[in-house]
């Protein structure tokens, strides 16, 4: 009792390797309190400044501070290496378009993304009121917040208890991000529970991997876990099950098939912006985790949990691909190519190498823009009050608004990963990973399924171009917001494309794990 | 490794569905009494009854779920003030700057919850 009493030591925390992180939790906590005390007409001018301003300051405090100060802090809870910097730092540059682009209101404030009044029930007399009083949701940007601080931590976390918190407080506020849509309402609450309870499930796996883990490894920390395993104590029989449920929980997040099933309904129903932002940011920080956890905590298995992953990455292209052809809905058909594409990182992340490090941070870094854009091009498209989603609204769009039709022709062109576009530079830094370590057949099958899905994002062109224009879709003219995001992310998806070199180098040497 | 190394894995799965398919197929029937009572209808400590002739048609008002939530933010609030206060003289200022920090961040919420009615029952 005595001895556990002064056994007491206090944590030291590196300050300046986490502010980033403290900065964005700092800034939510903010964005509560204007939520709460700052006037009704005010709100969203302050919120959207606040938001962006606190964005903008944590990514500074990334490169200035965190980035000299790499370290194992907080007790080995948390670890500030290349790899986290280069995940928390593409978070942060794609969640500030993101939060551009869920400030749109189109010049109108009554048509923004997000319901007036996420409590009440569609048509009922509190969602009435509501409407009358002018309510907005500006709650969405500290929850947008809340969850960037969230997938900042999940990549760096260095115990499997911190994966999990992170996992949590980033899950949390997409799950109630997803059910605040406008329009479709009930679609929107539907998606919202799906995801919630499927989040739920699968959280409760990681869980379950976690403690099998730790009653193998005695601790949840990734370098002791490390040592056990190559140890070895002979009770693989817990180790390699608590493996795969670890592996549940975040391939769930990553959105691989057979843990998908969440992704469409959820990308469909959510306000079009939070789909763009759940698909590109949680992306990056769930391939950030996966990679720590696999090639951090469990390198010694590689022969246990290599093969899963490939018949995962296998599965997820085939699936993905093949689904994607038949969607007739836009945003159904966005969340089917992610699946795709999160498949194609999975052949790379199988190399357990720096190449596969550097592979990876580059394919989610140029997918996040080119998606945020695509979604932020769905949101303008509108059809009698709604988005129109489905693909014959958007027949003949090359005609009657040629500006919106090249820019998501050039968004598909790059999903396809056709040359001088980012995404196939980053195709081929990830396959080029799977080539040096014997994954030559896999990366074959990935060309043959990149070809499969190119078939999907050419037919959208073509419907664009070489169809006649039907129906009332029209074309709404976006505010600057939503212009700034979208041109940068077009010209950063030309840009990457075609001058790769800077990329693929910083992403090589922020590609070294910390033990 | 070789696949030996599986059978546990098996085994282990095999167990777990055994004892899932016994417990709710197998034991409930063959061990547990059968003898209805009104009690065995009451939802525990809850006040409300909850079949066959619900209150209200089984619904609850949703004004109960925000009370339930804000007790359970409270009552986890003190489940860390409690071994701090016990521990604080060997804690020193870096606990107390932590623990004022957490105390903060609870009232933001609690201060969002009043100030945007949360606490008004009609």
Request: proline share 4%.
């Amino acid at each position: 009792m005595i001895a556990a009493a002064t056994g007491f030591s206090q944590t030291k925390i590196e300050y300046a390797a986490v502010v980033p992180m403290l900065v964005i939790f700092g800034v939510a906590m903010l964005g509560v309190v204007i939520e709460a005390f700052v006037p009704r007409r005010l709100r969203y001018v302050v919120q959207v400044a606040v938001t962006l301003l606190g964005l903008l300051a944590a990514f500074l405090t990334l490169i200035f501070s965190a980035r000299d100060h790499k370290a194992v802090t907080a007790g080995g809870s948390v670890v500030i290496d290349g790899p986290a910097l280069m995940f928390q730092g593409t978070v942060l540059v794609l969640s500030f378009l993101a939060v551009l682009v869920m400030a749109e209101r189109f010049d109108t404030p009554s048509i923004d993304a997000f319901t007036q009044s996420g409590a009440s029930v569609p048509g009922s007399p509190m969602e009435t009121n509501a409407v009358r009083l002018g309510a907005t949701s500006t709650e969405v940007f500290p929850l947008v917040l809340f969850a960037v601080g969230g997938m900042m931590l999940f990549p760096a976390a260095g115990d499997l208890l911190t994966v999990f918190i992170a996992l949590e407080v980033l899950s949390l506020p997409l799950y109630i991000l997803t059910g605040l849509a406008r329009r479709r309402r009930l679609l929107s609450q539907e998606a919202s529970m799906k995801y919630f309870l499927l989040g739920a499930f699968s959280s409760a796996f990681f869980l379950f991997g976690a403690a099998l883990v730790f009653g193998y490894a005695g601790s949840l920390n990734f370098g002791t876990i490390a040592a056990a395993v190559s140890a070895g104590s002979g009770r693989d029989g817990i180790l390699i099950p608590g493996i795969f449920l670890v592996a549940v929980g975040l391939l769930f997040k990553i959105g691989a098939v057979p843990f998908h099933s969440w992704t469409p309904d959820a990308y469909q129903g959510a306000p079009t912006p939070v789909a763009g932002f759940m698909a590109a940011c949680t992306k990056v920080a769930a391939f950030g985790a996966f990679l720590r956890v696999f090639y951090v905590a469990f390198p010694g298995m590689k022969w246990n949990w290599q093969p899963i992953v490939v018949v995962v990455a296998i599965l997820t292209m085939v699936v993905g691909a093949v689904l994607s052809v038949t969607q007739t809905d836009i945003k159904r058909l966005l969340a089917y190519s992610s699946i795709t594409q999160a498949g194609f990182i999975l052949v790379g992340v199988v190399a357990l190498d720096r190449q596969a490090v550097s592979g990876t941070i580059v394919y989610v870094i140029t997918y996040g823009f080119a998606t945020i854009a695509a979604f932020a091009l769905v949101a303008m498209v509108r059809s009698g009050g709604n988005e129109a989603t489905h693909l014959s609204q958007w027949a003949g769009l090359g005609k009657t608004s040629p500006v919106v039709a090249a820019l998501m022709a050039l968004m598909m062109i790059a999903f396809a990963g056709i040359p001088l576009t980012s995404l196939f530079t980053a195709k081929y830094a990830i396959f080029s990973a799977a080539v040096g370590h014997g994954g030559t057949w896999l990366a074959l099958i990935g060309v043959i399924f990149s070809a499969v899905a190119a078939f999907v994002y050419v037919r959208v062109i073509v419907l664009m171009y070489f169809s006649e224009p039907t129906g009332d879709t029209v074309v709404l003219t976006p505010s600057a917001l939503t212009g700034i995001a979208v041109t940068v992310a077009a010209v950063l998806t030309v840009a990457l494309g075609v001058f790769p070199t800077p990329l693929l180098d910083m992403a090589h040497n922020y590609s070294q794990f910390m033990r | 490794m070789n696949h030996y190394s599986y059978y546990p894995l098996l085994i282990f799965a095999a167990l777990g569905t055994g004892f899932a398919v016994f417990s709710v197929l197998g034991a409930a029937g063959l061990a547990g009494p059968k003898r209805y009572n009104r009690a065995k209808a009451d939802a525990y400590e809850c006040g409300i009854q909850p079949s066959p002739h619900a209150d209200g048609g089984g619904r609850v008002p949703i004004k109960y779920y925000l009370t339930a939530m804000l007790f359970i933010v409270f009552d986890i609030e003190s489940v860390f003030l409690y071994p701090f206060a016990v521990n604080f003289d060997r804690m020193g200022l870096f606990a107390l700057v932590e623990m004022v920090l957490f105390v903060i961040t609870v009232f933001v919420a609690y201060a969002y919850v009043w100030r945007r009615g949360g606490l008004e029952w009609d």
